[in-house]
């Protein structure tokens, strides 16, 4: 019976252990994170793609 009350200890302990809960919790918000920066890329090339175009033809205007 002792060996019982003891494994009932342990899986209540083992329960309530957070211990390294932080770390799941950063990994999910980097994935996250990571899930809609990949998301965003196209879009996001295409604006920048866009703004360095007009800053090249106002320097070529500039410069001609």
């Given at each position: ?58 320097i ?5």
């Open positions: 019976m002792q060996g019982k009350a003891e494994m009932k200890l342990y899986f209540k302990n083992f329960w309530n252990d957070t211990q390294g809960q932080d770390l799941v919790e950063y990994a999910l918000a980097a994935g996250m994170v990571a899930v809609a920066a990949v998301a965003a890329m196209p879009q996001l090339s295409t604006t920048v793609n866009t703004v360095f175009s007009k800053i090249a033809s106002i070529a205007a500039q410069v001609t």
